[in-house]
């Protein structure tokens, strides 16, 4: 049963949960996610960016959109990844003014070795748990929310 939250809050109170926990548990990730790409020279932004950048070519503003960043923070970070070779910008068609921002077989290869510093670390950290059956549901629990992320962002594209 949910409890009512104070005015302002803004959460709703779950029994046996503690306020901000699932938010400082998602803080606590990302913290380890970024200790882990110290491995492969990259900092977060740069890694979505990468991650976005291997499902396909994308342009400045769909990147933005996707990472639910501003433009000019898109430009800054993939001006960071062209200069050393990981992201190529292309005039896209026609319309000289447009760039599409497109993976290199060197950004490839960064990425696999920063997602499996990752995957490792992450393994490593759920491995601590006493009983293996939790361990792997922590990390079934980051594949589901990689799926409600992706479904969030389909819905949230389709209602624009």
Do not use: C, F
């Amino acid at each position: 049963m949910a409890v009512e939250p104070e005015a302002g809050a803004g959460a709703v109170l779950v029994p046996g949960r503690a306020p901000g926990s699932l938010g400082r548990a998602a803080a606590w990730l990302s913290k380890q996610v970024e200790l882990a790409l110290v491995e492969a020279e990259l900092s977060l932004p740069q890694y979505r960016i990468l991650g976005v950048l291997a499902e396909g070519a994308s342009m400045p503003s769909a990147l933005a959109e996707r990472l639910a960043v501003r433009r000019p923070t898109i430009t800054a970070v993939v001006e960071g990844l062209e200069s050393r070779g990981l992201v190529e910008r292309t005039p896209d068609g026609g319309d000289r003014r447009s760039i599409t921002h497109t993976l290199t077989p060197r950004g490839e290869r960064l990425l696999a070795k920063a997602n499996a510093a990752v995957d490792a670390r992450l393994t490593d950290i759920a491995g601590h748990l006493e009983d293996p059956a939790l361990s792997e549901r922590a990390l079934e629990g980051l594949e589901l929310w990689r799926s409600a992320m992706r479904a969030y962002g389909r819905a949230k594209a389709a209602n624009s």
